[in-house]
């Protein structure tokens, strides 16, 4: 069974910090990988998607690679800023060709 | 603005009943998914229909049904038979459910609770 995993689960930066988030999947057959970002009490925002033959994709301050080889997708976040502060999840769409979710990373940016 | 429009925001249930969760979208999207989000975990794929007049079932279907009479609208019921559904159901809508790399697009939610 496909299985998405998000480390670390919670992680506080100050403002201006570069930082990486991670995700690892176990299910080497990968359509694509995406990022999303879920504020308190919404839906998800697409940030990202990065299609299988691609290894990374970019947009604004935000970075995500994929390394399909190791089964690891990072999002890099440059020069952060208070309102990154959110949920971020990954997930994983592979032979079923449904997503599979990580149970996300919760990131707060301190001013 | 295009969008997908889930309501209600907030929604109680009783023991033994049934209760339709309304998710609608005009953004022509063919693909339209219902996800389950429990604290601290990722989302869950409940059910998901890709074309009109037709559905399949995700990873967690038990107790909860689906329609897809239009485009437009998806409702989920949450049936008496489901016996844990408190959580967070999110739906969403992608321009083609058989090409895997469209982005999914969401709602912002029903928060069910047992009263």
């Known amino acids: 069974k496909q299985e998405v995993t998000q480390i670390p689960a919670a992680l506080s930066v100050p403002e201006g910090e570069n930082l990486v988030l991670n995700c690892s999947f176990t299910?080497?057959?990968?359509?694509?990988l995406q990022w999303f970002r879920q504020d308190p009490g919404k839906g998800l925002t697409s940030l990202l998607l990065?299609?299988?033959?691609?290894r990374e994709q970019t947009s604004g301050r935000l970075n995500a690679s994929l390394d399909k080889s190791s089964g690891r997708s990072t999002l890099y976040i440059a020069a952060s800023q208070p309102g990154d502060s959110a949920t971020y999840l990954c997930?994983?769409?592979?032979?079923?060709?449904?997503?599979?979710f990580g149970s996300g990373t919760q990131l707060t940016v301190l001013p | 603005d295009g969008g997908i429009t889930q309501s209600p925001k907030y929604l109680f249930r009783k023991e033994g009943q049934n209760v339709t969760l309304s998710c609608e979208q005009n953004?022509?999207?063919?693909?339209m998914y219902w996800y389950r989000q429990d604290p601290g975990q990722g989302l869950r794929l409940i059910y998901y229909?890709?074309?009109?007049?037709?559905?399949q079932k995700g990873d967690i279907a038990e107790g909860y049904s689906v329609s897809r009479e239009k485009k437009e609208s998806f409702p989920l019921t949450v049936t008496s038979a489901q016996k844990n559904p408190t959580a967070f159901y999110l739906c969403?809508?992608?321009?083609?459910?058989?090409?895997?790399?469209?982005?999914?697009?969401f709602g912002d939610g029903t928060r069910l609770s047992i009263l």
């Open positions: 969403a809508s992608s321009i083609d459910g058989r090409n895997s790399n469209q982005p999914q697009h």
């Open positions: 299910d080497s057959a990968i359509y694509n």
């Open positions: 990065i299609q299988s033959s691609q």
């Open positions: 997930a994983h769409s592979g032979s079923a060709r449904q997503l599979t």
């Open positions: 953004l022509n999207h063919d693909a």
């Open positions: 229909s890709q074309i009109v007049n037709d559905f």
